[in-house]
């Protein structure tokens, strides 16, 4: 099955790309980035460009007419970016994928799966997701997502045009054969601190040890990302064989949630990376900090029953798989 990848360049993209080559599909990939340094890329069809460029997907759809359906990964996605610049982020999250789902649809390609984020679901009143929680997205990012979501669900109503929707938290890890990997700089990760603390020798301080979770520390949901990408091949599989009908949440929309299930403490989190790495770092319990909130993890249960899809890499596995990949990017 031929299928265009959006942001295909992109962490999550990339690894979906080559899950579905793994699968025996042929991947197509669209992403305004620049070819990425890592000659396994090479393997692919790349398209350098922007999602809205109709001469451009008219190019591609032309080459590439067995293009049955499109994983839509392509957004800006740093949060702090988005409330500084949110006509950014409208526009191109919102505005282009419009623009693109229109001229797709003019091309005859009329299947779409959109990357959509849990961040989107209210932790203000909960911290354990279905895909009928509600949503009440908080940053500009999240709302960029939010509004496309509603829109395509319009679109669906109006058009010769099916989708739906992949709603996840912290994608982690890295391709199992580290072909590929988070190439951005998410220096406020949990991982990334505790890597940065245990390089420097510094202490790693847990903020915030009363709150109602299971051992007081916040809660974080982590689905490694070669799982993610694999929910999505088996997804476009059945999509593109006209075999899943994914049902519509409270709020009228098609979500399926990736999420693992139990969600990992911050606490928990910590000891699974020291002993994965045999570190020694010294843990500090500290107070909250002003604007923390508790977090919050997503259920599978609906991925489960559709897709059979279950997250199956251990946290260790992919804390592990991060630092090795981090260290193929920039080896020391
Ligand atoms: N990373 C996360 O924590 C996370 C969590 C939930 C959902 N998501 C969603 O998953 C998707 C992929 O995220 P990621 O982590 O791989 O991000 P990423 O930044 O690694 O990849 C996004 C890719 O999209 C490309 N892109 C952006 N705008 C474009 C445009 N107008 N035209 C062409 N290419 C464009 C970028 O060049 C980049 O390669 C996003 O839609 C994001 O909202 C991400």
Redesign the pocket.
Known sequence: MKILI?????????TIAFALTDAGHHPVI????PFQADETLASFDYYQ????DKALLTNIIQAHPEILLVI??????DVAESTLEPELYYK??FS?SIEMVNHLIDLGVNKLIL?????LYNSETAYSFDENATPNPTSP?ARS?YFLELALNDISKARDFQFFIF?????IGSDKELRTG???ANKSSLLNSLIQCTSLNNRFQINGTDWDTRDGSTIRDFVDVRDLADAHVLAAEAFGKNTLSVPLNTFGLPIINLGSEQGVTVKEFVSVFISATTSDLVVELAGRRSGDIIGGYASSKLARELLGWTPSTSLETSILNSIRWASKLSPV
Request: glycine fraction near 18%.
């Open positions: 959006t942001g295909g360049a992109g962490y999550i993209g990339n669209l992403d305004e980035q460009g922007d999602i809205a839509h990964c392509a957004a800006k996605i191109n999250n282009k990357s959509g984020t849990a961040s990012y997502k709603r996840y938290f912290n994608p988070f190439r951005g």
